[in-house]
């Protein structure tokens, strides 16, 4: 059964503030990952993806991946009320053409 | 077209009746994805679709939940004789391949009564 795990919060930072996001999974033959915003009653909208370890940064937004620990986090810097939403974890193993998602995480920026 | 379409995007249905979801993708995807997500759940997996393959079907709930993919385009998901655990948004996405993002529908809100 392959796994990927969220807090599910929520996580609540300052405007302006860097919002820390982590995912883990569970398959090591995983490859493709994904971080998707939720806003409340609304679908899925994909923010960035990863393959290779290490960072990638689009704007404010940075993806960090450590195949090696299993994880993958989501970094949002200047944090905006407008960024509160749920972020999901998507994962997708080398083998299987099908993304698996976690629960997501609710977050707050407050002003 | 621009986005992924679906309709309708609510629904509302007697326990026991038959409804179907609809998906247009994004033009030229090749694959299809059909998830759905009850009230503050995360996406589950129910089916997906690449080209003209066999679709794997392995996330449906129950024989009551098909889908079938014409022409390889559009998309519709069937559930059967409709119970009020089968409530929920059901959202399908679809990507250019197999290895790259997907783009996600608005989603249908299914409402058994």
């Known amino acids: 059964q392959k796994e990927v795990e969220q807090n599910s919060g929520p996580l609540s930072v300052p405007e302006g503030a860097i919002a820390s996001l982590n995912c883990t999974y569970s398959?090591?033959?995983?490859?493709?990952f994904f971080w998707y915003r939720q806003y409340s009653g609304k679908s899925p909208e994909l923010i960035m993806f990863?393959?290779?370890?290490g960072d990638k940064e689009d704007g404010r937004f940075t993806a960090q991946l450590n195949k090696a620990s299993q994880y993958v986090s989501l970094l949002i810097r200047d944090s905006q009320p407008s960024d509160s939403a749920t972020y999901l974890c998507?994962?997708?193993?080398?083998?299987?053409?099908?993304?698996?998602f976690g629960r997501g995480t609710s977050l707050i920026v407050h002003p | 077209g621009a986005g992924v379409s679906q309709s309708p995007s609510n629904k509302v249905t007697e326990k026991g009746k038959d409804v179907e979801l609809r998906c247009d993708p994004i033009?030229?995807?090749?694959?299809l994805y059909w998830y759905r997500q009850s009230l503050g759940q995360g996406l589950e997996f129910l089916i997906y679709?690449?080209?003209?393959?066999?679709?794997?079907k392995s996330g449906l709930p129950s024989d009551r939940f098909s889908a079938e993919r014409t022409g390889g385009s559009v998309s519709t998901l069937t559930i059967q004789r409709t119970q009020q655990e089968d409530s929920a948004v059901y959202l399908c996405?679809?990507?250019?391949?197999?290895?790259?993002?997907?783009?996600f529908g608005q989603g249908t809100r299914l409402t058994v009564v």
């Open positions: 996405a679809s990507r250019r391949d197999r290895n790259t993002e997907a783009f």
């Open positions: 033009s030229g995807h090749t694959a």
């Open positions: 990863i393959y290779s370890n």
């Open positions: 998507a994962v997708q193993s080398g083998g299987s053409y099908i993304p698996t």
């Open positions: 679709f690449q080209g003209n393959s066999a679709p794997d």
């Open positions: 398959d090591r033959g995983s490859q493709s």
